[in-house]
């Protein structure tokens, strides 16, 4: 049976109480268990690749923060998988990206006794005190879109390469401003490891011979808050009167900032490209504020992460490099070096593409 529960404000009332549970000793699922589970072990034991994958696994996914439209796609893709597995689904999650903001719903969930916890981490280090806990009470840790200190996890479903995508959006913002001209950056948090990871990359790929008439003069943070994003793109474009470009690799900054260039004397004259969904972005190709545009498939990224940690769970897997697993109608998916699990390669969405996907 699967149950479908989203806990607002109030789990972090209940992290108390249950951390107060811990300290003192409480069984875990963990304890006296010897049935051969992974328990978060990551990489201990040996794999069984024809175990069979328990029908009652409870997985639970804890996203950057509940309402973001990036975060509700992915996570209606983990859904799918758990109802494709018989498992028990639940979405938990706090209201705003902060760094420390969930701890109490990883706490909670170990205490409420999930086989498998997919997150999202919003800082790679102040969730790793309790994705450890979670793992030594027998939860298996999956870490999607963005990760924590692989110390603290076992698996790591990433987007596509980071090299990738950092070249995609190279590409896209270079050929859209002519290869030369002014280029800000709009990000998401300053501690988001994946939007970090490109930033530096894209940087870098800036800063080499091919690109050398293109300064990168800005880089700001919207912390994944529509109008923050907003505020910083409007700030951006006062700010640097010759900005020939802007380059958002975050969903909610992208759809923000062309919220923004949509209605103000830029439009036309300053090119925007990052990360974003067709669904939130169409309006604004629609209308030419934006010419094009790239992600990976939301859907396919958290139905990855729910077969991959129910897989380790059932010791399909033990998280070792080279393993293999079958991802229901994604097919056989190998790991990589420490942990990590590539969806493919990003989509570009433009005038042509942009009308055969809904998501």
């Known amino acids: 049976m699967r149950t479908r529960i989203r806990y607002g404000i109030t789990a972090a009332a209940l992290a108390g109480v249950m951390l107060a549970a811990s300290a003192c000793g409480g069984t875990t699922r963990g304890d006296g268990d010897d049935s051969g589970g992974s328990g978060g072990s990551g990489g201990s034991g040996e794999a069984d690749p024809d175990a069979e994958i328990p029908g009652d696994l409870a997985i639970s996914f804890l996203p950057k923060q509940l309402n973001n439209p990036y975060f509700t796609v992915a996570d209606a893709g983990g859904e799918e998988a758990v109802e494709e597995l018989g498992g028990e689904f639940k979405e938990v999650g706090p209201s705003e990206a902060n760094a420390s903001s969930q701890v109490s719903y990883i706490n909670t969930l170990s205490q409420q006794g999930s086989d498998v916890i997919a997150t999202a981490a919003n800082d790679p280090n102040a969730v790793c005190g309790a994705l450890n806990q979670a793992r030594q009470a027998g939860s298996v840790v999956v870490t999607f879109d963005s990760d924590s200190d692989p110390e603290c996890r076992d698996l790591f479903i990433k987007q596509a390469t980071s090299e990738g995508l950092a070249t995609t959006q190279v590409e896209m913002i270079a050929e859209q401003i002519g290869?030369?001209?002014?280029?800000?950056?709009?990000?998401?948090?300053?501690?988001?490891?994946?939007?970090?990871?490109?930033?530096?990359?894209?940087?870098?790929e800036l800063g080499t011979d091919r690109y050398s008439d293109i300064e990168v003069v800005d880089t700001v943070y919207g912390n994944d808050d529509d109008q923050k994003s907003f505020n910083e793109m409007q700030g951006l474009l006062q700010t640097h009167p010759d900005l020939a470009g802007v380059v958002s690799p975050t969903t909610v900054g992208l759809a923000a900032a062309a919220r923004y260039l949509s209605s103000s004397d830029f439009k036309g004259e300053v090119a925007l490209t990052g990360l974003g969904t067709p669904n939130q972005m169409r309006e604004f190709v629609e209308d030419g504020t934006v010419e094009e545009f790239a992600l990976w498939n939301p859907t396919d990224l958290g139905y990855l992460a729910a077969y991959a940690g129910a897989s380790q769970a059932a010791g399909r897997i033990t998280g070792e490099e080279g393993q293999t697993f079958e991802a229901g109608r994604l097919g056989e998916y190998e790991i990589g070096a420490d942990g990590e699990i590539a969806l493919g390669p990003p989509t570009v969405f433009n005038e042509d593409n942009i009308g055969d996907f809904d998501f």
């Open 179 to 204: 290869g030369e001209g002014e280029v800000a950056f709009l990000s998401a948090t300053p501690n988001a490891t994946n939007q970090n990871a490109w930033l530096e990359l894209m940087k870098e």
